[in-house]
């Protein structure tokens, strides 16, 4: 059960993550989650070292999409801020979001990666499908009320996740 749990990757940060080295891995896709991953938790708009990070991703070829178990209209405007396709009540871990962003990208699981802040949702969906999983610290320590609850949880294997994670890389 635990390998479902231990991503490809691991960063501080997106911001942290080379958008040209992704490339040169031959990655086509970016699956990213939006909340604590992107922008913090109810944050209404990306910040402006968001905005380059996307555009450095952009300049690379690669394709973005954001997935999102939120379904507000603050989640559309986000996207359209970032000028990234959306989504929204995605269901995660359940891969059939992961599966319309990268029909939305036209990319297949090998050539694409998944980068979020939780282990039970954003991990263990992207390694459902196959994946390579990127698991960042989230932006933010606000989150939707369930998300602490799942925190809870997540905290008692997070350590020993991200180190399992930089041993695969």
């Known amino acids: 059960m635990l390998k479902w749990l231990i991503p490809s990757g691991y960063a501080p940060s997106v911001l942290a993550l080379n958008p040209p080295a992704l490339a040169a891995e031959g990655i086509q896709g970016l699956i990213l989650d939006l909340d604590n991953t992107v922008v913090a938790w109810n944050a209404s708009a990306p910040t402006e070292p968001v905005r380059r990070w996307i555009d450095r991703v952009r300049e690379t070829g690669v394709r973005m999409c954001i997935v999102s178990n939120n379904f507000s209209s603050r989640t559309q405007a986000i996207g359209r801020a970032l000028n990234v396709p959306v989504v929204a009540a995605a269901v995660k871990p359940i891969p059939w979001g992961f599966r319309r ?37 989230p932006l933010s320590e606000q989150e939707f009320p369930t998300t602490r609850l799942v925190r809870r949880l997540e905290r008692l294997i997070r350590a020993r996740v991200v180190q399992l994670a930089a041993r695969r890389h």
């Open 101 to 137: 962003a990268m029909a939305l990208m036209g990319t297949r699981a090998e050539h694409t990666a998944l980068i979020g802040d939780q282990v039970f949702t954003d991990i263990l969906g992207g390694n459902l499908l196959g994946v390579r999983t990127i698991l960042v610290e």
